[in-house]
């Protein structure tokens, strides 16, 4: 099993930044892949970006491109998601997620581990 733990979500205003963290322990040799989604209230939950651990390729949603950073620290097991230029409609909760196959799917249903989720608020 693999546990994953995201911290730094809160109330921000628009056009701050805010960064999130996702702690990942247990069986994590077992993942090759992680990835950041969303959910907003009434919507579905939404790809934002992911990476590969062997050669920390990222991809990122279209709607967060240029605004949104994945990083890793391979050594603390740990993602971290850098917002900037934060908008309204970025409002939801964000999760982590873990898959052991080596591509970053952008379904959330291709994911084998997820936290529990982190809300940020952008207010206007």
């Known amino acids: 099993q693999v546990q994953l733990v995201e911290s730094g979500g809160g109330l921000v205003q628009a056009g701050d930044s805010l960064t999130l963290s996702c702690a990942a322990s247990?069986?994590?040799?077992?993942?090759?892949?992680m990835a950041w989604f969303r959910q907003a209230p009434g919507k579905e939950r939404e790809f934002v970006g992911g990476?590969?651990?062997?050669?920390?390729?990222?991809s990122y949603a279209d709607s967060v491109k240029g605004r949104f950073t994945i990083s890793r620290d391979n050594a603390k097991n740990t993602m971290y998601l850098q917002m900037s230029s934060l908008k309204p409609e970025d409002t939801a909760v964000y999760y982590c997620?873990?898959?052991?196959?080596?591509?970053?799917?952008?379904?959330?249903?291709?994911?084998?581990?997820w936290g529990q989720g982190t809300q940020v608020t952008v207010s206007s």
């Open positions: 247990g069986r994590t040799f077992s993942t090759s892949t």
């Open positions: 990476t590969r651990w062997s050669d920390g390729r990222t």
């Open positions: 997620a873990a898959r052991s196959g080596v591509l970053v799917h952008t379904t959330s249903a291709s994911y084998d581990y």
